[in-house]
């Protein structure tokens, strides 16, 4: 099957520093992390945190602070480096990144044809 007709928004392969902030036991948890690609609508997430899908955290990008709400889609261990990587969807949030995107390929521009 050709997922990249099903995608909302193209990938970009991009190394992003940001924080994973996750509420554990009435403190807020920090953790530096990095993405390895980002989407319009989310990322792939590489980090020590062990979050479950479905799991919701803060995502915030270290260069700008600017911060999001986000939930675990997906995750798969990472060996031999025991990190996760995982992929996350950002909520609320139209274009987190700040990024220009154009539409997902096998897609038009909406209104063209």
């Known amino acids: 099957m050709d997922y990249s007709r099903k995608r909302r928004s193209n990938r970009i392969p991009l190394e992003i520093p940001i924080y994973i902030r996750v509420q554990k036991g009435g403190a807020l ?33 270290v260069a700008s602070g600017q911060v999001a709400r986000a939930h675990v889609v997906w995750r798969k261990k990472s060996w031999p480096s025991r990190a996760w990587q995982m992929g996350v969807e950002i909520m609320g949030q139209d274009n987190f990144w700040g990024l220009h995107w154009s539409p997902p390929l096998g897609q038009g521009v909406p209104g063209s044809a």
């Open 29 to 61: 948890e920090e953790e530096e992390a990095q993405t390895r690609v980002i989407s319009r609508y989310g990322a792939m997430v590489v980090s020590r945190q062990d979050l479950m899908i479905g799991d919701e955290f803060q995502l915030a990008m």
